[in-house]
């Protein structure tokens, strides 16, 4: 079974910066993609950035320019760099692992923008 576990949500103001860690474990295969999932109660998840291994990144048009994805496969590990975040961008924040043809995924973590 994999597990995925996402850190670093928290309280921000706007025009802030956050960075987001997210870490796929306990198969002992590499994930052949993983991803960044937004939600926020009472409306659909959104895809905010996927990051196929060997392949560019790609990003949901409300955040590019603002957020970058990266990550090292070698360790089952992606970030998520948000800057220049909005109150729009308050959600939690999914993390998902394409991992022996199946997705895995994380709690989440909260982000709150807001002064």
């Known amino acids: 079974q994999v597990q995925v576990e996402e850190s670093g949500g928290g309280l921000v103001q706007p025009g802030g910066s956050l960075r987001l860690a997210c870490a796929a474990s306990?198969?002992?295969?590499?994930?052949?993609?993983m991803a960044w999932y937004r939600q926020v109660p009472g409306k659909e998840r959104e895809l905010v950035a996927t990051l196929p291994r060997g392949g560019g990144p790609n990003y949901a048009d409300s955040v590019k320019g603002r957020f970058t994805i990266s990550g090292d496969y070698t360790k089952n590990t992606i970030y998520l760099q948000m800057n220049s975040l909005k109150p729009e961008d308050t959600a939690v924040y999914l993390c998902t692992a394409w991992v022996a043809n199946r997705w895995f995924w994380g709690q989440g973590t909260l982000v709150t923008v807001s002064s």
């Open positions: 306990g198969s002992g295969r590499r994930a052949n993609a």
